[in-house]
């Protein structure tokens, strides 16, 4: 459960603050109970108690920002040729609602970018995770979104140097 005014962190929408807890019908008109939550800019995403909170969680803390940049430096994982199991193994990844599992989809896909262009739907997803991960980022490190990005891409660089000294 999450309290009224915390932050939490939406894996397709970003940090945002939950407002309160209500009970909604929507599509199926069956009522539940969903969190309300802020996202800066005035969108509202409600999210449902249950099933589990798709990927809702907390801010992360300093400790995991340290595992992170251990991750996004590290040599990536490769992503399946398929386009729909690829897109569909990394949603289920970031299903896991973890700071460390956005990380590794964000170094995977860089790395992927850097051999096939990314395009369509998987740059569209590639880009919102990027944008939740810099959010939180500055937020937790107490630094500008501009300055989230900009260490997180000097790892992601680490990273790439990585892939190529495999290759030599």
Known sequence: MFKIGEQVVHPQHGVGKVIKLDDRAFGSGVKRQYYEISIPGG???????????????????????AQCRKILSSHPSPLADDARVRQSELAARLKE???????????????????????????????????????????????????????????????RKTVNKTKS
Do not use: M
Request: glycine share 4%.
């Open 43 to 65: 969108s509202t995403v409600w999210v449902p108690l249950d099933p589990p909170t798709f990927g809702l969680r907390k801010l992360a803390d300093k400790r995991v920002i």
């Open 97 to 159: 609602g973890t700071l460390t599992a956005q990380c590794e989809v964000v170094r995977d896909l860089y790395a992927y970018g850097e051999h096939k262009s990314l395009y369509g739907t998987i740059a569209n997803f590639f880009r919102t995770t990027q944008d939740v991960l810099y959010q939180e980022w500055a937020l937790v490190e107490k630094i500008t979104v501009a300055e989230a990005a900009q260490e997180i891409s000097a790892l992601l660089d680490k990273s």
